[in-house]
């Protein structure tokens, strides 16, 4: 302690000058002082004298073992030893610590988890005796409770474990494959952003107006232009122009194949006098799980997907108000196709070019035959002609205007796990994007009617 300090203390009374919490803290020094001297500089402090065995005091002591003095590290007035490690270097935790109540805690919760293990193993046991005896399957009645009953223990089993709470709460290294931390993501989930989600949902009419009900399990999040999109918010026609990056949170270790689709409800019909859907873009065959939750974006792997409708630039007239473009991720029990042709007429040319001479007789013969196999070869040349460029065809192989996603639901065989919408209106920006696109009628203007004004 300084002169100044002492000097402060000794004057009894607190100065003006000098806070109340400063001059506690400075009366704690000197008592600290006063209880444990501290040697002059020039001295080393006294190291503890070494126990003295009698068997072993005739002897000459061990060279390679260092006496307990030399072994700990020189302290000085400027370095200080570390307080969080042990002496061998390991770092001290709440578990190591000698607190008697936390340590009984923990001894509970080890007994209640080994008690669940038990619990599992013999749930495991009966369920596999059970298939075995009564040749039941993993989708029966009976085998579906037990296996919820054992997901439930597994659950358990972490959730009050207080070193699993520190490391999820703290952001440190998580394995996404446990199931606690599954159930806390889904429980964080829910509390906030599923909210937000279905009230958008429900606050744009999407329920009802193109499905009745949904109930997503996953967290869905799109991106355009490498921004990350609100629930239902607005984005500008020049930042449409690209099919958004679609990446999706699941809450379980399964692995899944899904179809993304965006569907626009808003789609002006001048002959009904209303409005209709309009399928905006569809994927189908599309492979999510835990390691893999980028659906759609630059880094994924195009094998497998099938783009059935490619995505179309969006595009809204001035008058129109806002488009709703309505993302909903589908669920698949396996692999579809649809609108491909089947591949068994490939067969038959293989033939004719085995036997080219005989061809051309059979088709000056049956002149009625040639207009009816004309027009497939004409159907079938826009799609050789793509390939041979490299150039994407923009053809959808399903009917974009009217398309019933109820329907399509039902004919697949397909579940809404996930959804998401964004919207788009007219803009300063709207104009390029239409003439970009080839549109004459860029600057149609719709009008109410005088009736509804």
């Known amino acids: 302690m300084s002169l100044c300090s002492r000097a402060v203390l000794q004057a009894g009374s607190r100065p003006r000058a000098v806070s109340k919490p400063a001059f506690l803290y400075l009366k704690r ?5 006063l209880q444990s001297p501290t040697p002059p500089f020039h001295e080393s402090p006294s190291s503890p004298p070494p126990p003295v065995d ?7 002591q061990d060279v390679s073992q260092p006496p307990p003095s030399e072994s700990a590290p020189p302290t000085s007035a400027g ?11 390991s770092l001290h935790t709440i578990e190591t610590m000698p607190f008697k109540c936390y340590q009984e805690a923990l001894k509970v919760l080890r007994d209640d988890r080994e008690e669940k293990l038990v619990k599992i193993a013999e749930q495991q046991k009966a369920i596999a005796g059970l298939k075995k005896l009564h040749n039941l399957t993993d989708t029966s009645p009976r085998i579906v409770k037990m296996q919820e009953y054992i997901d439930e223990l597994k659950l358990n089993i972490d959730k009050n474990n207080p070193r699993i709470k520190y490391t999820y709460d703290n952001k440190l290294k998580v394995d ?7 159930h806390w993501d889904e429980l964080k989930w829910r509390e906030m952003k599923r909210r937000i989600l279905m009230q958008r949902i429900e606050q744009m009419n999407v329920v009802p107006d ?31 122009t690209r099919y958004p990056s679609v990446q999706v949170k699941q809450f379980d270790s399964e692995k899944r194949l899904v179809t993304v689709l965006v569907v626009d409800p808003d789609k002006p019909n001048l002959e009904k006098n209303g409005f209709d859907y309009y399928l905006q873009w569809m994927v189908t065959n599309c492979e999510i799980s835990i390691e893999n939750p980028m659906v759609i974006g630059v880094s994924t792997s195009h094998n497998g997907r099938d783009e059935v409708a490619p995505y179309e630039v969006p595009y809204v007239h001035k008058g129109e108000g806002y488009h709703r473009y309505c993302l909903f991720i589908l669920e698949q029990n396996g692999r579809i196709d649809i609108g491909k042709k089947p591949e068994q007429p490939v067969k038959p040319k293989a033939e004719a070019k085995e036997g080219e001479a005989a061809a051309p007789a059979e088709a000056k013969e049956g002149e009625p035959t040639t207009p009816t196999e004309t027009p497939k070869t004409e159907e079938a040349s826009p799609s050789t002609s793509t390939k041979s460029t490299g150039v994407k065809s923009k053809e959808a192989r399903i009917k974009r205007l009217g398309f019933n996603l109820r329907s399509f639901i039902a004919k697949n065989d397909l579940k809404v ?33 005088p009736e509804h004004i």
Not at 54 to 60: N, V
Not at 211 to 238: Q, Y
């Open 79 to 89: 370095r200080r030893k570390a307080k969080s490690k042990h002496s061998d270097g």
């Open 54 to 60: 009698t068997a072993s005091s005739s002897t000459p």
């Open 176 to 182: 996404p494959y446990r199931k606690i931390y599954q």
């Open 417 to 449: 796990i996930g959804a998401d919408l964004w919207r788009v209106e007219f803009d300063d920006t709207m104009i390029d994007v239409m003439k970009k696109l080839g549109r004459t009628d860029w600057d149609m203007k719709y009008l109410k009617h």
């Open 29 to 33: 020094q000197l008592s600290t002082e």
């Open 210 to 240: 193109i499905l009745p009900t949904i109930d997503p399990i996953i967290d869905v999040s799109l991106r355009f232009r490498r921004k990350n999109l609100l629930h239902g918010a607005k984005v500008l026609a020049k930042n449409a």
